[in-house]
């Protein structure tokens, strides 16, 4: 299954910006790929998926005009820029794919390691 790789996390402060990547190997088995988010005691939530072949994406509410998920397929990689950033983005920031639905929500069977995002106010 897809192997993925992740870099760019970082501190800021808030209002400031980061640029996460994902890099792939190996085949997804599917075309939706995208980024979660996850806080210690919380459980994984949605951040944004795209769609491989056509580009169209998909936001969750709470990041919907200041982050951007791009993809490079010459480069076989995904990309989650994050402007205007706020204390609750705070999290772990995971590179997923395939990402399908089950029991109502986004899920996924491969996942990056996560890369930390600290927003300091």
């Known amino acids: 299954q897809v192997q993925l790789v992740e870099s760019g996390g970082g501190l800021v402060q808030a209002g400031g910006s980061l640029r996460l990547s994902c890099t792939a190997s190996?085949?997804?088995?599917?075309?939706?790929v995208g980024w979660f988010r996850q806080v210690p005691g919380k459980e994984r939530e949605f951040v944004v998926r795209?769609?491989?072949?056509?580009?169209?994406?998909t936001y969750a509410d709470s990041v919907k005009g200041r982050f951007t998920i791009s993809r490079d397929t010459a480069k076989n990689t995904m990309y989650l820029e994050m402007n205007n950033l706020k204390p609750e983005d705070t999290a772990v920031y995971y590179c997923a794919a395939p990402l399908y639905t089950r029991n109502n929500r986004w899920t996924a069977d491969s996942w990056g390691q996560g890369a930390q995002v600290t927003v300091s106010p």
């Open positions: 795209i769609s491989w072949a056509t580009g169209s994406t």
């Open positions: 190996g085949r997804t088995f599917g075309d939706y």
